[in-house]
């Protein structure tokens, strides 16, 4: 924080990392303790940063100066705590019973920051995320005891929630979420990642209308990686920023080399993609590089990726079609939003999930319900598209309900630049000839 640390105006209190460790060592040395085990918190103040935006950061370090006196105060005669680096505090209970008492003292840490008065804060509270980790239990070293806090905090801060007790499943999935992030890198700079088209055809001609852009990657080293998978792990990080411009760019350079300057070309957003409120910029510089009209930009938000994305999604969405862009509710009927928050997102397309779609052929309840989505959406003026079109009986089943546009394997899967345009070619001499 350029200096503006928790313990910059706490020095007695602030040992850093390496004071912890030291104290902590000599706490363990004395701590056979046979009524009970030494705890270690964690505790970070998850949204510093934005409190010394909006309070100033003379503000947002009085503030957090505050919050660590107000823990030390909280603290009994054998416990103590460190100032661990610029948003973070270690604290330690000698002794401890049970992981029961290390979560009381988490919920207490948070009301201590709620608690906590910001200066010209705007009714701010301080936030705070920690990690939980019992002696000997989850170490017998004080480095392995603090690794085992900070790794339960980086699975609070996965969770999105107050707080985690470290666990041996938790740190091994972080690993080798750290390690797929590595492999990540790696990848974007070798030029590992690939993107496929898979057609959306009009569902009263069968003639393309556009594409959706699927991201795909094969690692040497671990073949085929599923996209959930590393999407899951770099979303809400840069990485997730780097390949969305690599989709982006990739997706109107393809485009414009496709027969015909009316076909649309759909991208996939995350919540923290669109949160971040730049989106409408990146699409516009993609289309002015690689000469496309705005207009034949389609965005994918799911249904619940919307809900997730807060208060600015709306906002967000709003921006992107002020700008020509086509907004699409992707995934629509397995998410969480209310008919009221639906009825309000600035749309002009739903995609009806392809759990629904796929087994429309033996299952009337799936068809009713289908049937239900699209005269719903119709009466909001959406255009429909149904995924997950794997059968002639079901597309035609989709074309009696009055389905728009359709996507599934039935058309085609995911197809390399190449082999689009040659399904391109393809599907428009066959419609010459029908005339």
């Given at each position: 924080m350029n200096g503006m640390s928790i313990g910059s105006a706490a020095s007695e209190l602030d040992g850093g990392s390496l004071g912890f460790l030291r104290r902590l060592q000599e706490c363990?040395?004395?701590?056979?303790?046979?009524?009970?085990?030494t705890g270690i918190i964690v505790a970070q103040l998850a949204n510093l940063s934005q409190i010394n935006t909006t309070a100033g950061y003379g503000n947002g370090h009085r503030a957090s100066v505050a919050f660590a006196?107000?823990?030390?105060?909280?603290?009994?005669?054998?416990?103590?705590?460190?100032?661990?680096?610029?948003?973070?505090?270690?604290?330690?209970?000698?002794?401890?019973?049970?992981?029961?008492?290390?979560?009381?003292?988490?919920?207490?840490?948070?009301?201590?920051?709620?608690?906590?008065?910001i200066p010209n804060g705007n009714g701010l509270e301080l936030e705070v995320r920690v990690g939980l980790a019992m002696y000997p239990e989850h170490g017998a070293t004080p480095e392995?005891?603090?690794?085992?806090?900070?790794?339960?905090?980086?699975?609070?801060?996965?969770?999105?929630?107050?707080?985690?007790?470290?666990?041996?499943?938790?740190?091994?999935?972080?690993?080798?979420?750290?390690?797929?992030?590595?492999?990540?890198?790696?990848?974007?700079?070798?030029?590992?990642?690939?993107?496929?088209?898979?057609?959306?055809?009009t569902a009263s001609t069968l003639e393309p209308t556009g594409a959706e852009t699927l991201l795909r990657w094969n690692n040497p080293r671990l073949g085929p990686v599923p996209p959930q998978r590393f999407i899951d792990?770099?979303?809400?990080?840069?990485?997730?920023?780097?390949?969305?411009?690599?989709?982006?760019?990739?997706?109107?350079?393809?485009?414009?080399?496709?027969?015909?300057?009316?076909?649309?070309?759909?991208?996939?957003?995350?919540?923290?993609?669109?949160?971040s409120g730049s989106i409408a910029h990146e699409l516009e510089s993609a289309a002015a590089i690689w000469g496309m009209e705005m207009n034949r930009f389609t965005v994918e938000i799911t249904e619940n990726g919307v809900v997730a994305a807060?208060?600015?999604?709306?906002?967000?969405?709003?921006?992107?079609?002020?700008?020509?862009?086509?907004?699409?509710?992707?995934?629509?009927g397995t998410g969480n939003s209310s008919l009221a928050y639906f009825k309000n997102i600035p749309a002009d397309e739903l995609k009806?999930?392809?759990?629904f779609v796929i087994d429309m052929h033996q299952s009337e309840s799936s068809t009713r319900l289908v049937r239900t989505i699209i005269d719903l959406a119709h009466s909001f003026g959406l255009t429909?598209?149904?995924?997950?079109?794997?059968?002639?009986?079901?597309?035609?089943?989709?074309?009696?309900?009055?389905?728009?546009?359709?996507?599934?394997y039935y058309f085609a899967r995911p197809l390399p630049q190449s082999e689009f345009v040659e399904f391109l070619l393809a599907r428009r001499s066959h419609a010459q000839l029908a005339r």
């Open positions: 363990l040395g004395r701590s056979a303790v046979p009524s009970g085990a006196r107000r823990v030390e105060d909280m603290l009994r005669s054998d416990d103590w705590m460190c100032v661990i680096g610029d948003d973070r505090v270690g604290v330690v209970l000698n002794p401890v019973h049970n992981t029961g008492h290390l979560t009381l003292a988490a919920n207490r840490i948070a009301r201590i920051a709620s608690g906590t008065p392995r005891l603090l690794r085992s806090a900070d790794l339960a905090l980086e699975t609070a801060a996965k969770r999105q929630a107050m707080f985690a007790i470290y666990t041996p499943e938790d740190s091994q999935s972080l690993t080798d979420e750290w390690d797929l992030s590595t492999e990540i890198a790696a990848g974007l700079e070798d030029g590992e990642f690939e993107l496929r088209f898979q057609p959306k055809v792990v770099a979303d809400g990080t840069e990485q997730i920023d780097e390949l969305s411009r690599f989709v982006l760019h990739g997706a109107a350079q393809a485009a414009t080399a496709w027969p015909g300057t009316d076909l649309t070309v759909a991208v996939n957003l995350t919540p923290s993609t669109l949160e807060g208060g600015n999604a709306l906002s967000a969405l709003e921006a992107l079609r002020d700008v020509g862009v086509r907004v699409s509710i992707d995934d629509f009806i999930d392809k759990s429909v598209v149904a995924e997950g079109v794997e059968s002639e009986v079901v597309a035609r089943k989709l074309q009696e309900l009055g389905c728009d546009v359709l996507q599934g």
